[in-house]
């Protein structure tokens, strides 16, 4: 048996929801290091850890009636602009897995997720797109799971 993950093996879901046609997933985790520069000395000392940020967007095909907003996973507008703001205010995080589904093994979690932004790409005689960015709290692949 392979164990190379291909997209085709891949299982993208949100608290626990397989995204319907999914296209592909991106996690981006980022450590910042700021440079420790001191008097009389050209060069830097160390590099001191300031910072981990995780993020992470989707590609998904659009399907009528199944809307992130139908699934709770991004707040809806309301009436007014102060219901859009409350249902901001009120909305609260997800978890995303990635999972092997031959194997069933996750392969990563991600936490504390939120959606930031979501971009419909419409063209003449596609299928229609959207691309979802996250923002989230920390990324743990199968080494920090087992």
Do not use: C
Not at 35 to 54: F, R
Not at 58 to 67: F, H, P, S, Y
Not at 98 to 121: A, L, P
């Amino acid at each position: 048996m392979s164990t190379i993950l291909t997209g085709a093996r891949a299982r993208f879901s949100l608290d626990g929801v397989k995204v319907g046609y999914a296209t592909g997933v991106t996690v981006r985790e980022v450590i910042t290091y700021e440079p420790v520069k001191v008097l009389d000395s050209i060069q830097v000392k160390e590099h001191a850890p300031i910072d981990y940020d995780v993020s992470m967007t989707a590609d998904m095909i659009r399907i009528v009636g199944d809307t992130l907003k139908s699934k709770g996973w991004l707040p809806k507008q309301g009436t007014s602009p102060e219901d859009h703001l409350t249902n901001i205010l009120n909305s609260g995080s997800l978890s995303a897995t990635i999972e092997d589904r031959h194997t069933n093994q996750v392969v990563m979690t991600v936490e504390g997720v939120k959606i930031s932004e979501r971009n419909t790409t419409i063209s003449a005689r596609g299928v229609v797109g959207k691309n979802v960015t996250f923002v989230a709290i920390r990324a743990r692949d199968e080494s920090d799971l087992s």
